[in-house]
């Protein structure tokens, strides 16, 4: 990922745990890494876990920022989030769910959507 797209990617994911806590999320964890990839903010929203993927893009043109979450990428968050749950335990019986938060930057300006409950899997 070049410099521009990492500032730009660290920026949202601060845009958006700011949103998600405005909107009553309460944020347990940032950047969940392991050796299949990253969870981006893990959650909860009232009783639900909730795992956010945040994509993001410069201006309004190109692609929508959901586009970037294809198939593929639902499979490993799954993966990722199975992973969570086996070495956290407590959360195991919580109902769970994955959302989308989708940034735009425009100038100064952010625009902010959350798609809740953006795709599920086949738990």
Same mark, same amino acid.
């Given at each position: 990922?070049?410099?521009? $797209?990492? !500032?730009?990617?660290?920026?949202?994911?601060?845009?958006?745990?700011?949103?998600?806590?405005?909107?009553?999320?309460?944020?347990?964890?940032?950047?969940?890494?392991? !050796?299949?990839?990253?969870?981006?903010?893990?959650?909860?929203?009232?009783?639900?876990?909730?795992?956010?993927? !945040?994509?993001?893009?410069?201006?309004?043109?190109?692609? /929508? +920022?959901?586009?970037?979450? /294809?198939?593929?990428?639902?499979? $490993? #968050?799954?993966? #990722?989030?199975?992973?969570?749950?086996?070495? /956290? +335990?407590?959360?195991?019986?919580? +109902?769970?769910?994955?959302?989308?938060?989708?940034?735009?930057?425009?100038? +100064?300006?952010?625009?902010?959507?959350?798609?809740?409950?953006?795709?599920?899997?086949?738990?």
């Amino acid at each position: 990922m070049n410099d521009g $797209r990492k !500032v730009l990617g660290t920026q949202a994911e601060k845009v958006a745990e700011q949103y998600l806590q405005g909107i009553g999320y309460r944020i347990l964890e940032r950047n969940v890494r392991s !050796v299949r990839g990253e969870l981006d903010l893990v959650a909860m929203h009232g009783e639900t876990l909730v795992f956010c993927e !945040v994509k993001s893009r410069q201006g309004t043109e190109g692609l /929508h +920022p959901g586009e970037s979450i /294809h198939v593929r990428k639902q499979s $490993r #968050l799954i993966r #990722l989030a199975a992973g969570y749950l086996q070495r /956290h +335990p407590g959360y195991a019986d919580l +109902p769970c769910r994955f959302d989308a938060v989708l940034i735009w930057k425009t100038g +100064p300006s952010w625009r902010v959507e959350v798609i809740a409950d953006a795709f599920r899997p086949g738990w």
